[in-house]
Structures are given as structure tokens and as C-alpha cells.
């Protein structure tokens, strides 16, 4: 059992906590309902909505469920948090936004999310997140902003967008969390509060029900304390339920590091960390290899107006701007605004970009069994020093740099924690192209097991 392991259980060990009797459902919701309304904590930046007594009730249900011995799944009550991105029947879906405020309540829940409340997951609230998912920083003006839970009392980013889902689960609100990712919203806030985060092949996970921002780029994932624990959760997502896939052999692996982009400017505890990373694989029989990624050079000219997030979210918001503008966040609002520059054919020729920026990536990587790279490039800095609008962006760009390389690929992939608990989080992306998130679960896996430097 690993140190992360022992403080925060994951959901295999809360599974066998619950065959063996050792806690029930009830006990779990209980003692997340605590953790959230504990004064001394960030319940209240933390999530949007908390549902207590339907989540009281559910853990009542399964409880009597596992007593007949007729529970749904091994993980049935378990409590899990939500963003504020999904659908979920009877509950308002505001996105971490003013303007969807008095929208009325959902009429059923996302896909994903009733897959998982089929396997006996309890949503027990909905979380805080970047306003409408765009930026990596995580704030929210709004709502308040939970710090990371790295020097908490110095109320560093928790990464966006999915930062309520992530400080739940490191917090003990809850025990996953369910997130999205367009560019690093899962990964980030992931790496920023020493967790796991996954970023599935878009496709393979339903967008139904979750109110987008990029239709090219966005995907569904998850949060949570284990590399087993974000195969889980995904595979029921995926509509496959299976179980987590078994560890990778690391000897003769060949793995590939890439020599464009993703390695400039690093913070030197993150380079240290990733450097140490590649030492420890290469001992364990790895091979390592460093390749160039032309592709990867480009994606910044690709995005340089704002890219397909720009042009796909503005077409998504043109009604909601025209009736109230003001009711944004600034700094969104400035992104948003980006995407009307954009002409029906500068968008077509973006999408054919892409299109030939994946074919090129995907065969360069052919040879290869996984890419890694640092998974953010910085440490999270302090919110206080992003008061200012240039230092926002600067942070903002360095922090999404590395995650959307791989979203503009068409990829999947895995950020690990390369820290010991407690120590400033760095984090190890673990890459594959399209239909490959089977093969890097068991890689990441194999990683994992080696514990941290």
C-alpha cells in the first residue's frame, strides 16, 4: 500500500472495506458530508450544491441492498463529486456561471453520470470550476476559488477547469471525482492536489448532457487517488465496464520523450522530478528514447486566435452573450469574444489542420508504446499573484501548454504524481494516440507501482 493509499483510500479498498463490513455507504456519506461542512476546510468554495439527503438516501438504499446481498456492484455506495459541467435530473447544471443561474432543473442525467449512478456511485454534490471550463487556472470569481491543497494556507491555483472535483477528492469529500478536459481539466487540477486525472480518447465517453466548449477537443474523465480508480471509473463511463487492466512489463518498453515544445521553460523542481522519472524507468528496463515532434510546433500557430475552443465556444454562446455579456467573467468573456473574429473558413481550414496535425502525430508515434512528458510545466503559483491580467494569462498559457498538445492530437493520457505526499506537486503524463487508453492504464500502472522518487 502506497503512502497515498494509506491516508485516502481508494475505491478498491473502499470496495473491500464494504464487502467485509468494516464501513457502509451511509458511514462514507457521512463522513464526506462532514469534511465538506468542517469550518476549518473549503466545503463551501468546494462545491456548488451539496445533495445531503439525496445522497443519505442512496447509502440507506445500497446499505440494504449489500445486506440481501443483491448491491449493484462491488463500489455501490460510494460517494463521488460531480462538475458542475454535467446534467444531473432535478438539478440546475450552471457551469460555473451567473448566466445559466434560474436555468431550471436538468429532465435526466448525463450518460456518463447514469452509468455511474447504475453501478451504485453516489453524487453527493456538484463542484466549483473554471466559469463555462475556460482556463487552466481554476478560479472562479463567482463562486470563490478552493486553493490546492499543496501549502494551502498560502491559497495556491488548484488547477482548472475541474478544480472542485479535484480538491474534493483530496480534501476526503468525496472519493472520485468526475471532471472534463478540453486541454488539461482533468490532468491539472490532478497534478496541482497530488492525484491522478484521466483524459480519454474523446469519443469513447458521451458529451450528451455536459454543456460543452470545445466539440473537437472536449472529453469526459476522471479524478481520483489510483491509476485503478481512473481505469474503473472509465470503463463504466465508456458503457465497458471491465476491470482496471493489469500492470505493463516496464523492461523493454519503449518510450518515447518529445524533443519539441513540451520540455522548454520547466520549473526546475518539475524538471528534476521528470529527469528523476526517466532515471528510474530507464533502471527498471525501459527504453527511452528522445523524438522529435515537429507537430507539436504547431500547435500554437493553430491556436493562435483562439483555435478551434475559440471559434466552437463563442458559436455555443452567441445567444447568451447577446442577451447579457456582463454577467461573464471577464476573463473568459475576452476568450469567448475571440472566437467571432473567426470566419467559416478560417474554422474549416482549423479543422482540417487538426486533421492533418493528428495523421502526422499518430504515425510518428507508431513505434512507440507510450510519450511522456512533465505534465505541467510550473508549480502552481499563488492566486494572489494572478490578480493581474497579464500574469493570469502568462500562468494560464504555461499551465494548458503540455495537456493540449495531446487533445490536439486526438490522444489519451494519464497524469501521475512524481512527488512524495506533501512535497510540491509534480506530475508525469503518460501519452498514446486515439484508442490507446487500455494500453496506457497499464503503463501508467507499471509506473505507479514504482512509487515515488
Keep these: 500500500m502506497t503512502d497515498r493509499e494509506s491516508r485516502l483510500p481508494t475505491l478498491d479498498r473502499l470496495a473491500r472495506d464494504l464487502e467485509a463490513g468494516r464501513t457502509t455507504a451511509a458511514a462514507l456519506v457521512e463522513d464526506c458530508l462532514a469534511a465538506i461542512a468542517d469550518p476549518e476546510g473549503d466545503g463551501a468554495v ?29 463500489w455501490a455506495g460510494i460517494p463521488i463529486a ?11 447544471t450552471r457551469a460555473g456561471s451567473k448566466v445559466l443561474a434560474g436555468c431550471g432543473p436538468a429532465a435526466q442525467d448525463a450518460p456518463a453520470i447514469a452509468r455511474l449512478r447504475r453501478m451504485g456511485f453516489v453524487p453527493i454534490g456538484r463542484t466549483n470550476m473554471t466559469e463555462f471550463a475556460y482556463s487552466g487556472i481554476g478560479t472562479n470569481p463567482h463562486y470563490g476559488t478552493p486553493p490546492a491543497r499543496w501549502r494551502r494556507e498560502e491559497r495556491r491555483i488548484p488547477g482548472g477547469s475541474s478544480s472542485g472535483s479535484a480538491v474534493a477528492v483530496a480534501a476526503g469529500m468525496a472519493h472520485a471525482g468526475i471532471g472534463t478536459d478540453t486541454g488539461g ?6 497534478v496541482f492536489n497530488d492525484l491522478v486525472g484521466f483524459k480519454p480518447t474523446a469519443r469513447r465517453i458521451p458529451r450528451e448532457g455536459v454543456v460543452p466548449l470545445s466539440s473537437s477537443l472536449d472529453s469526459v ?17 465508456a458503457g465497458t465496464p471491465e476491470a482496471p487492466p493489469a500492470p505493463a512489463e516496464l523492461a523493454g518498453l519503449r518510450l518515447a520523450v ?34 522529435a515532434m515537429p507537430e507539436f510546433a504547431e500547435v500554437a500557430t493553430l491556436n493562435a486566435r483562439g483555435g478551434l475552443t475559440a471559434a ?32 467559416a473558413a478560417d474554422y474549416i481550414d482549423l479543422l482540417a489542420g487538426r486533421a492533418d496535425l493528428v495523421a502526422r502525430a499518430r504515425a510518428r508515434l507508431a513505434p512507440h508504446d507510450a510519450l511522456l512528458m512533465p505534465t505541467v510545466a510550473i508549480l502552481p503559483p499563488r492566486i494572489a499573484d494572478l490578480d493581474d491580467d497579464a500574469a493570469f494569462t502568462a500562468a494560464n498559457l504555461r499551465v494548458l501548454r503540455n495537456p493540449t498538445l495531446i487533445n490536439m492530437i486526438d490522444g489519451c493520457a494519464i497524469s501521475l504524481p512524481l512527488n512524495a505526499p506533501g512535497a510540491a506537486p509534480v506530475g508525469l503524463m503518460v501519452c498514446g494516440v486515439a484508442e490507446t487508453d487500455r494500453r496506457i492504464f497499464a503503463i501508467a500502472a507499471a509506473i505507479e507501482a514504482l512509487g515515488p522518487a
Design 46 to 74: 468546494t462545491f456548488m450544491s451539496v445533495d445531503a439527503a439525496g445522497a443519505r438516501a442512496a447509502a440507506a438504499g445500497f446499505d440494504a441492498m449489500r445486506r440481501a446481498g443483491m448491491a449493484p456492484s462491488p
Design 82 to 92: 460531480v462538475k458542475d459541467l454535467f446534467d444531473m435530473a432535478g438539478q440546475e
Design 185 to 190: 481539466s482533468c490532468r491539472i487540477p490532478a
Design 221 to 237: 474523465g476522471p479524478l481520483a487517488r489510483s491509476v485503478g480508480c481512473c481505469a474503473l471509473l472509465d470503463s463504466i463511463m
Design 258 to 291: 518529445p524533443r519539441d515544445v513540451a520540455l522548454d521553460a520547466l520549473d526546475d523542481t518539475v524538471a528534476a522530478g521528470f529527469d528523476a522519472a526517466l532515471r528510474r524507468l530507464s533502471a527498471a528496463g525501459a527504453r527511452i528514447e528522445t523524438i
Design 312 to 343: 466552437e465556444s463563442h458559436a455555443w454562446h452567441r445567444a447568451l452573450l447577446a442577451r447579457g455579456a456582463e454577467a461573464y467573467d471577464p476573463r473568459v468573456l475576452v476568450r469567448l469574444r475571440r472566437g467571432a473574429e473567426l470566419s
